[in-house]
């Protein structure tokens, strides 16, 4: 028996772009499946994150960057719906928290935005960036650059902020789903992947430091 979390994905027909996939027989293919078989395992999430004997740190990092997309990407997705210009005329997390968007290209300078429009800039943005091969390299041997780590920190700082928005702005939505289990989890493996890591800086968490507290120690 499907879940409505999982009816409510697959009715919709609007934000999802196709997966990111990695190509079997490659290292990454491998190592996604060693990822995934510890989480359907059930290992301790803490446990989960860390780097396996032997394995690349930038191998396992770009791993769990693409699995990371397309899981906040499928949450935001549910309840995208329910977050409109109307709803969410600014990117925040709560009244103390405003997002700005900024890029390479159309903003240079940061900008206030809806959070639909900031959510869309936010996926494309970071599509672009794992599917750029210079900074994603997926031929055995092309080595990453040096600027993939930096890349990451910044991909993953703004992936934070769709949980943060989901959780203050649409939980009763998540809830209503009965999807809180699966986000709360989605959520926890983030967090302990990039503390592990050191992906993220202290003050990107601070929004959701109570909730992370009781959750995740």
């Known amino acids: 028996m499907s879940s409505p979390f999982l009816k409510q994905v697959f009715n919709k027909d609007r934000t999802f772009r196709p997966k990111r996939k990695f190509e079997p027989g490659t290292q990454r293919f491998e190592?996604?499946?060693?990822?995934?078989?510890?989480?359907n395992a059930g290992l301790d999430l803490k446990l989960a994150v860390q780097l396996p004997a032997g394995e690349d740190l930038h191998d396992w990092v770009a791993v769990h960057v693409?699995?990371?997309?397309?899981?906040?990407?499928?949450?935001?997705g549910t309840i995208s719906d329910g977050c409109t210009e109307q709803s969410c005329p600014v990117m925040?997390?709560?009244?103390?928290y405003e997002y700005r968007w900024q890029d390479e290209h159309r903003f240079r300078k940061p900008t206030a935005l809806s959070a639909p429009r900031y959510m869309d800039l936010l996926?494309?943005?970071?599509?672009?960036?794992?599917n750029n091969e210079e900074l994603f390299p997926t031929s055995v041997g092309t080595p990453f650059p040096r600027t993939f780590l930096p890349a990451v920190?910044?991909?993953?700082s703004r992936l934070f902020r769709v949980f943060v928005h989901v959780y203050i702005h649409h939980f009763d939505r998540i809830a209503h789903m009965g999807s809180e289990a699966h986000v709360n989890t989605c959520y926890k493996h983030f967090y302990y992947f990039v503390k592990e890591f050191g992906l993220i800086d202290t003050k990107e968490l601070e929004p959701l430091k109570e909730?992370?507290?009781?959750?995740c120690h």
């Not at 693409?66 to 935001?76: E, G, S, T």
């Not at 925040?92 to 103390?96: D, L, R």
């Not at 996926?123 to 794992?130: G, K, L, P, S, V």
């Open 211 to 215: 909730m992370t507290a009781r959750m």
């Open 92 to 96: 925040s997390g709560g009244p103390k």
């Open 31 to 39: 190592l996604h499946k060693k990822a995934q078989a510890s989480l």
């Open 123 to 130: 996926m494309d943005w970071i599509e672009a960036q794992i």
């Open 153 to 156: 920190r910044k991909i993953l």
């Open 66 to 76: 693409v699995d990371f997309f397309n899981r906040v990407n499928l949450i935001y």
